[in-house]
Structure formats: structure tokens, C-alpha cells
């Protein structure tokens, strides 16, 4: 299991836009395809919406990476 930080400058992220920026995933189409598939764990819950916000603490789990979304200084 990997772990790995992402800052974000805004109030929140969305789930699919937080795969691509993580480098999890290549594009939006395959990040959409990864979270409808059920692949993407949010707090360790299992979650297929891709427009699920996502805050600083949260932490997304995908192919054995964990990113913990932290506020940028």
C-alpha cells in the first residue's frame, strides 16, 4: 500500500478530478469509468459518484494507493 499527499488550493476537490490530478488515472473518461465501476474507496467506503466532493482529510483509496487530500499552505 502506497500512501501519497495531495494540497488542494480550493475549498474541495471532485473525486474524478482528484484521480487525474493524484496521477491515479490517465483521463476523466477513465477516472468516470474506475469510480462507476466501484474501484475508488472514499474513507474507506466504496464510492460511484464522480462528482463527490472531496475535503481536505478525506482520504481515497485506489490499485492499492491511499491519498490523503491536505490544504495548501
Known sequence: MENRTVSIQTEYIKLDSLLKFAALCMS???AKEQIAQGLVQVNGQICTQ?????????????????????PCS
Open 50 to 70: 464522480r462528482g463527490k466532493k472531496c475535503y481536505p482529510g478525506d482520504r481515497v483509496t485506489f490499485q492499492g494507493v491511499t491519498v490523503e487530500i491536505t
Open 28 to 30: 476523466g473518461g477513465e
